[in-house]
């Protein structure tokens, strides 16, 4: 593969994190315009254990990702009392002061003469675990997928358990959910935790990714888009998100044609789309169809292969 | 104490346009039950009309700060249309990222017509600061403040002493029942979009011609301070959006004076936090309900 497919590829990967993040929290039906924070805190978090601590990238991640997941919990809990709008803003203020927190944020060591280290508003350069052990783009690329297919079983596993039904319970009707006994607000703060823990592998992930962080990525574009990619995508399944970053930086980030016209482009694409899908491509209406058309093939082929042959005569 | 208050009467300067971004967006609000985040970047679209007047026809200030409002409701009518209108019932988180597509959509188209980074757009009034003992007060400023209470004054007087304001408050408490007593939801709700975004495109000439420059990120910028304003003075309450901006404008004033710009940044996001999680309602909003009723 060459580097550029690669590239586009592994940003795909990373940003699914996010997307998907964003969209665990709209299964309980609470829109966040915040999960760029958990992403910021992951990747400055396992960046700082790689690049200052000298830790593993392994035990980066883990780290990055406990962090961040420690952090949405404990902002899950004042803000999830909040409901709609007032929760969407909420998340909002905590990103943005958490944006700029980073920017003033300074913690530089010595390392062979040369200081690294998050530096404000200049940013968190030399995150050089890959290249310090050898880590080609392909490598690289193959650890990020293989992160994302487990994040995407565990998901899918979610949604398929108890847990996952409570949560689209909760976002359906808040107040029939309590009124059958479930905890609501604990649920939530849950899901918001695991959410940030998502964000925060992602994070962790692009630091390395990219080398370099700064907090101007962080800020409220990202939030938006990523909740955009599971609207676009759809809510129904988790791969809704992941086809939303698909669309939007598989394809019209890299048709270099587009280049000035692709936000008019796909701006309007997108308003268009949500006016025919309000919930997106793969909703919960057409996750439901694939899904029964996969069984009734199965099933068909179950039969026809039990049934012996030539015995109609 | 000097710094104090001369920081506070910068600060209600400055606070005044943000009392007039929100207003607008706690109209759309109200009647819509939506955030429209296309609504910064509509009054964005407003200034660029702005600027092109300006700089290839040398248009004065009167004729600019039509061309702001119009470009402003232009781009409103166009989001409404296409974000608002043809979304059904229930689907308020579709509308709201449909209305940020559009954002991007606008901001890019900006960066089309105008490729640089900033262009300078007409000063307001040039002349030295007016001097009250040891107090200074841009005249431009002043100007911006006075301009800015008799709109809000003026939105005040349509929404309680006119018919359209009757209906659009009825809309504002149940648009189903506004329907069934004949008012045409519909057109008062384009109407609504039309009238807030040339408020916001008021708001942002007085801004633009305060900063005297233009750039494609004075979308994001309208959006944010808007809506901060908006949630700090009370959602759905016209004296909370002026009093919510006065408050920011305050606020951002003194901590920018004592701390510097991120500071400044930083505590206006602290203050919207705390609002939101100790106080929801704002100053001198009502109550949230307990749940927003229609959830996409």
Redesign the interface.
Same mark, same amino acid.
Request: hydrophobic fraction near 60%; charge should be neutral.
């Given at each position: 593969m060459d580097d550029y497919l690669i590239g586009v590829l592994s940003n795909i990967g990373v940003i699914s994190f996010v997307a998907l993040s964003a969209y665990l929290l709209?299964l309980t039906?609470e829109?966040s315009f915040g999960q760029q924070a958990f992403f910021a805190i992951g990747a400055y978090a396992a960046g700082i254990a790689t690049a200052l601590w000298g830790w593993s990238l392994a035990a980066a991640l883990v780290w990055g990702a406990a962090v961040s997941g420690g952090a949405a919990l404990l902002v899950g809990v004042?803000?999830l009392? !909040?409901?709609?709008?007032?929760f969407?803003?909420?998340t909002?203020?905590?990103a943005?002061?958490v944006r700029?927190?980073f920017?003033?944020f300074r913690y530089q060591i010595s390392i062979d003469g040369e200081l690294i280290g998050p530096n404000g508003t200049d940013g968190f350069r030399n995150i050089r675990y890959i290249f310090d052990h050898n880590i080609d783009a392909f490598q690289f690329l193959l650890l990020i997928y293989s992160l994302l297919a487990a994040a995407m079983l565990g998901l899918l596993l979610l949604e398929r358990s108890r847990l996952g039904v409570i949560f689209r319970m909760i976002?359906q009707d808040?107040?029939l959910a309590e009124l059958q006994g479930i905890p609501v607000a604990r649920r939530k703060v849950l899901a918001a935790g695991i959410a940030g823990t998502l964000a925060g592998i992602g994070g962790g992930l692009y630091a390395h990714l990219t080398t370099y962080v700064e907090p101007r990525i962080f800020d409220?574009?990202l939030g938006?888009h990523s !909740?955009?990619y599971g609207?676009?995508g759809g809510l129904g399944t988790a791969f809704g998100p992941l086809l939303g970053v698909l669309i939007d930086i598989g394809l019209l980030e890299s048709i270099r044609a587009l280049a000035?016209?692709?936000?008019?482009i796909?701006?309007?694409?997108?308003?268009?789309l949500?006016?025919v899908r309000?919930?997106g491509l793969l909703d919960e209406m057409v996750v439901h169809k694939i899904g029964r058309g996969w069984r009734r093939v199965s099933l068909w082929a179950r039969r026809s292969s039990l049934k012996p042959r030539g015995n109609s005569a | 104490m000097i710094d104090l208050v001369q920081n506070t009467i910068d600060g209600v300067m400055i606070g005044s346009s943000y009392g007039l971004l929100a207003l607008g967006f706690t109209l759309i609000f109200g009647v819509m039950r939506r955030l429209d985040l296309a609504y910064g970047p509509s009054i964005m679209i407003g200034g660029y009309f702005g600027t092109v007047l300006y700089l290839y026809y040398g248009a004065g200030p009167l004729a600019v700060a039509s061309a702001v409002v119009l470009g402003a409701v232009i781009a409103g009518i166009y989001v409404e249309r296409l974000c608002f209108a043809p979304m059904k019932a229930g689907a308020a988180i579709a509308s709201m990222v449909s209305s940020f597509a559009i954002w991007m959509q606008l901001e890019q188209a900006a960066i089309l017509v105008l490729p640089r980074h900033t262009y300078p757009f007409p000063p307001l009034a040039t002349v030295a600061p007016l001097e009250f003992g040891p107090f200074l007060v841009r005249v431009d400023h002043l100007i911006m403040l006075v301009c800015a209470l008799a709109l809000a004054a003026a939105v005040h007087l349509a929404l309680y002493h006119t018919r359209f304001g009757l209906a659009l408050r009825a809309i504002i408490g149940s648009p189903v029942a506004a329907h069934l007593v004949g008012i045409n939801v519909r057109t008062a709700v384009l109407l609504t979009f039309a009238g807030a975004s040339a408020v916001g495109g008021a708001a942002g000439f007085l801004v633009l011609a305060v900063d005297q420059q233009v750039t494609p990120m004075f979308g994001m910028w309208a959006t944010l301070k808007g809506l901060i304003a908006m949630m700090i003075g009370g959602l759905g309450s016209v004296p909370g959006a002026v009093v919510g901006g006065l408050l920011l404008g305050i606020v951002e004033a003194n901590s920018q004076w004592y701390f510097g710009p991120q500071i400044r940044d930083l505590v206006a996001y602290v203050v919207l936090f705390a609002f939101l999680v100790v106080r929801p309602r704002g100053l001198l909003g009502r109550a949230p309900e307990p749940a927003m009723p229609p959830k996409a």
């Open positions: 709209l039906g829109i004042p803000t009392r !909040l409901h709609g709008l007032y969407a803003i909420a909002l203020a905590f943005e002061m700029i927190l920017e003033l976002g808040e107040t409220i574009m938006v !909740l955009a609207l676009i000035g016209y692709r936000m008019i796909f701006g309007g694409l997108v308003a268009l949500l006016i309000p919930r | -």
